[in-house]
């Protein structure tokens, strides 16, 4: 089964740039898609498609992905960034094994 | 607005059996795909079941294939999961999620509030 691989966790100071890996074998080859969970709420999509962000949610997010890694970077971190983030391409396992952001 | 709501969660012994049930609104369900996701406490996300827009196309996590059957009825614009044999570790969250296509599996582009189910003697 296909594995994607992710950081426990991430700090990151706040107004300065996180960066939230997710590794699989020739993962550049796949459509990743990136998820936000916050504290007792539902996960919301956050980037689709490797780097296309849905309404609503802000420019500071963006995603690339090439090789065996795909990368969610936050810019200019905020307070409300904190949260858990997966990763998701159509494959089994689906998702990673998330990334709790930290913003310092 | 689209919306997910789901229902029937609860607390249950093992080896009893369950029905989740996901109304949708705020979009034409027919058209589009749905899942079912679920989260153990303190856990990461679990892709459970998937289902096509017309029930054609149905795939099964290996944690719950011959366990589980997803279902939707379009006339209700529902979606639904019969749980049966159910072990501790089914406990979880269990999110309604849909897709973001009509048949092609995807990504999930809009998800419910989450019912909970605790499997305990």
Known sequence: ?104 | EVQLVESGGGLVQPGRSLRLSCAASGFTFDDYAMHWVRQAPGKGLEWVSGISWNSGSIGYADSVKGRFTISRDNAKNSLYLQMNSLRAEDTALYYCAKNSEMATMSYFDYWGQGTLVTVSS
């Open chain 1, 1 to 104: 089964s296909y594995e994607l691989t992710q950081p426990l966790s991430v700090s990151v100071a706040l107004g300065q740039t996180a960066r939230i890996t997710c590794g699989g074998n020739n993962i550049g080859s796949k459509n990743v898609h990136w998820y936000q969970q916050k504290p007792g709420q539902a996960p919301v999509l956050v980037i689709y498609r490797d780097s296309n962000r849905p309404s609503g949610i802000p420019e500071r997010f963006s995603g690339s992905n090439s090789g065996n890694t795909a990368t969610l970077t936050i810019s200019r971190a905020q307070a409300g960034d904190e949260a858990d983030y997966y990763c998701q391409v159509w494959d089994s396992p689906v998702f990673g094994g998330g990334t709790k952001l930290t913003v310092l």
